[in-house]
């Protein structure tokens, strides 16, 4: 293995992985969720005349339940914390 | 009334379906055409997937006459049917009617931006229902053996920023095998950065590298099972939500292909019927040297040139990476036609259109040069004379000031305080 690290290298910018990771966290605690419920997150495209291109659905997955879907017409790694807690309060209300 | 796919037949009476997956350019078909020529793998049916109008892949695919082949256009992860039962049900129906086309395995090459979670949730037991008789045959006699995803070495950093479907390919597959880590331009050459981005998104899948001196292709695509359980937390999320996104209400079949992969991803298609000169392909290839970039997300074709028409070039060029251009000795086909797909991000329809019209335009280009040229000459000889001229009177004015006073005709002195 070549020991040698590259101080010009190109670092990571920070993506989906992380992002996902935190919209996850974000949901889990506004809702109080255990750990055992499903949360999942999906970016589709839309060339939808009139619908945005991009669309980031965050669903909670709960057995026996009717699935809650939170839509942004945004791409997963645009989406903040307290923009998706806004989002969550207002499907929960 | 909807039934649950179910598959009642034990695994070893079953085709297996193995799935080989990858962002565009990744090089999917050039391992299916390393798979293709193993004698271990000769009697294989391949399912081959294009995003766009026009295929080209199928015809860079070498397949001798014994085997089959089902091409699909469009993207099969769009189709709100189940468009890759149906290929299933093509080679199942073809080789019932012709036993010389019997096979024992399927490889599904999927477009490079297709996203798995629909595919896979048609092909694994328990996720899509079944519609009809078809897709009942499809249960009964196919399985599911594996999902193999082709990681450009080169691009897929900067690719999976961009594209989320890059990151599902990867999260779900069991097998990922790392393509083009021989070429030179590879920033990371050991590869242990992009490893370690793989490991974060899949922890479990084998990593295999094609250019590794044990990488043994029959290997990769041995049917094994695929246990969307063992994939993790993730995989079966996405395909929940994929349960449930599929029971909505939705458009035509044609309208929901064209509507997952967003406005910002186009596809041009183009096709020539007289043979390029060669010169107008170099020119070509030198413009795409000069602009590829990542809103390039993928152009490959044939091109007829005209010194020798019956031998196409084979073009590949993945985001900046234009690889070099390849002679075929023959045609693939009977359609001797100039043919080149591309598929881009955020360029708009009338750059993609330019970029292509200068391997058909050179000629108009050619004469717009060289009228260029003879008006930028003329502006110089213009400009060389107004300067001979200056010179001229700026001379004939320095010998009027150097002339004695005496010699300075009158009405000249008269304004002079």
Redesign the interface.
């Known amino acids: 293995m070549n020991g040698f690290v590259n101080p010009l290298a190109r670092r990571r910018v920070p993506g989906y992985p992380e992002a996902i990771d935190r919209l996850k966290a974000v949901t889990r605690e506004q809702l109080h969720l255990a750990n055992d419920i499903v949360i999942s997150v999906t970016e589709l495209s839309c060339r939808d005349p009139g619908c945005p291109d991009v669309e980031t659905i965050v669903a909670i997955l709960t057995v026996d339940k009717k699935p809650r879907m939170i839509r942004f017409h945004k791409r997963i790694i645009e989406i903040d914390g307290p923009e998706l807690a806004a989002a969550l309060h207002e499907v929960e209300s | 009334m909807r039934a649950t796919l179910t598959n009642s037949m034990p695994a070893a009476q079953t085709i297996p379906v193995t799935v080989l997956s990858g962002f565009l350019g990744a090089g999917k078909s050039t391992l299916i055409n390393d798979l293709l020529s193993d004698p271990r793998m000769a009697d294989t049916a391949i399912v081959v997937n294009e995003f766009g109008d026009i295929g080209i892949d199928h015809e860079l695919i070498r397949l001798d006459q014994r085997k089959l082949m089902v091409t699909t256009l469009g993207c099969i992860c769009c189709a709100a049917g189940s468009d890759i039962r149906t290929s299933l049900y093509e080679l199942h129906e073809a080789a019932a009617k012709d036993s010389r086309l019997s096979f024992s395995r399927v490889i599904v090459e999927t477009t490079g931006l297709a996203?798995p979670?629909p595919l896979i949730s048609q092909l694994v037991p328990g996720y899509a229902p079944a519609f009809g008789l078809r897709d009942h045959v499809v249960a009964h006699r196919f399985r599911m053996a594996g999902f193999v995803c082709a990681v450009d070495a080169t691009t897929t950093?900067k690719t999976?920023?961009q594209h989320?479907e890059c990151?599902?390919q990867i999260a779900f597959a069991d097998r990922i095998v790392l393509t083009k880590t021989d070429l030179e331009n590879n920033?990371?050459?050991?590869n242990?950065?992009l490893r370690a981005?793989i490991r974060?998104?899949n922890p479990t899948a084998d990593i295999l590298d094609r250019h590794d001196g044990a990488f043994d292709i029959a290997s990769l695509f041995q049917p094994r099972g695929y246990v969307t359980a063992d994939r993790g937390?993730?995989i079966?999320?996405?395909l929940?939500?994929e349960r449930?996104?599929a029971a909505e209400p939705t458009e035509s079949d044609a309208?929901a292909r064209?509507?997952?992969?967003?406005?910002?991803?186009g596809n041009f298609a183009f096709t020539h019927d007289v043979p390029i000169a060669p010169a107008d392909l170099a020119d070509f290839l030198d413009v795409l040297t000069l602009m590829a970039d990542a809103r390039l997300l993928r152009l490959k074709g044939l091109v007829c040139v005209s010194d020798d028409p019956e031998r196409p070039f084979v073009l590949h060029v993945v985001q900046h990476n234009v690889h070099p251009p390849r002679r075929l000795n023959a045609w693939p086909s009977e359609d001797r036609r100039t043919r080149l797909v591309l598929i881009t991000h955020n360029l708009d329809h009338g750059t993609a259109k330019e970029l292509l019209s200068t391997m058909t335009d050179a000629k108009k280009h050619q004469k717009i040069r060289s009228k260029v040229i003879v008006v930028a000459v003329c502006l110089l000889a213009l400009i060389a004379l107004g300067g001979v001229l200056s010179t001229y009177e700026l001379a004939k004015a320095g010998i009027a000031a150097a002339m004695p006073a005496q010699q300075v005709p009158p009405s000249a002195r008269s304004d002079i305080p």
């Open positions: 996203d979670a950093e999976l920023e989320f990151l599902k920033a990371d050459p050991d242990e950065r981005q974060h998104l937390e993730e079966e999320g996405w929940a939500l449930v996104l309208a064209d509507k997952r992969h967003g406005a910002t991803i």
